[in-house]
């Protein structure tokens, strides 16, 4: 099993460009997250998926758009990109229920210039 | 929103020594975890307390859920370089986990 996948590694941005971060699991995961954090800081909480076609906002939303079309994949969508955005964004993912144990992509640094 | 607040911030210590670092909350949980973060990686739990007052241990670490379940204690024993990294608490904001708050972090750096 290869976890939780996330691309790209890297990534610079100049204001009010659009991008997607990608990421997949292959644990047959019911719910997936997307985290940012910022330096120094901890996880904020971006948006969250309970399943296929479900999902809901989380702590930080605002300029950001998610879809979850299959089981597996949980793409993450800036639109206009902004100097605020600049950040290391984690995807997550857990089965569900009672279990606790959320896994971690490696995550994705994103600086907007 | 819900914060979890981790003190220290940061620590700088020699290997050999113990480390201890907190995590407090306004309100209560009922499930505390502690998460580490390699540089350049994402977290990785390490230890998952579930009742006020329980003590686990997971190797050099040692963690516990608080007894009025508005905080809990990570302890490292003996630290070594690899323990370096940024610890963090975390709890569920909900009972099916869906949701997850996690604390501001402390940073541990090891001299060898």
């Known amino acids: 099993n290869a976890g939780v996948t996330q691309t790209p590694k890297f990534r610079i941005l100049k204001i009010g460009q659009s991008m997607t971060l990608q990421c997949a699991q292959d644990?047959?995961?019911?719910?997936m997250y997307w985290y940012r954090q910022d330096p120094g800081m901890g996880l904020k909480l971006i948006y969250y998926?309970?399943?296929?076609?479900?999902?809901d906002k989380g702590e930080v939303p605002n300029g950001y758009n998610v879809s979850r079309s299959t089981t597996e994949d949980f793409p993450l969508r800036l639109e206009l990109a902004a100097p605020s955005q600049t950040s290391v964004y984690f995807c997550?993912?857990?089965?569900?229920?009672?279990?606790?144990?959320?896994?971690f992509g490696s995550g994705t640094q994103l600086s907007v210039l | 929103g819900q914060q979890l607040n981790q003190s220290p911030q940061s620590m700088f210590i020699q290997e050999g020594e113990d480390v201890s670092m907190n995590c407090t909350s306004s309100s209560i949980f009922n499930t505390w975890l502690w998460y580490k973060q390699d540089p350049g990686e994402g977290p990785v739990l390490l230890i998952a307390?579930?009742?006020?007052?329980e003590l686990t241990s997971n190797g050099r670490l040692t963690a516990q859920f608080g007894i009025t379940r508005k905080d809990s204690f990570l302890n490292i024993s003996a630290s070594i370089p690899s323990d370096v990294g940024i610890y963090f608490c975390a709890g569920p904001l909900d009972t099916g986990f869906q949701k997850l708050v996690f604390g501001t972090g402390t940073r541990l750096l090891v001299s060898p």
């Open positions: 307390l579930y009742k006020a007052g």
């Open positions: 997550a993912s857990i089965k569900g229920g009672t279990n606790e144990k959320l896994f």
């Open positions: 644990m047959n995961h019911n719910y």
């Open positions: 998926s309970v399943g296929a076609g479900i999902t």
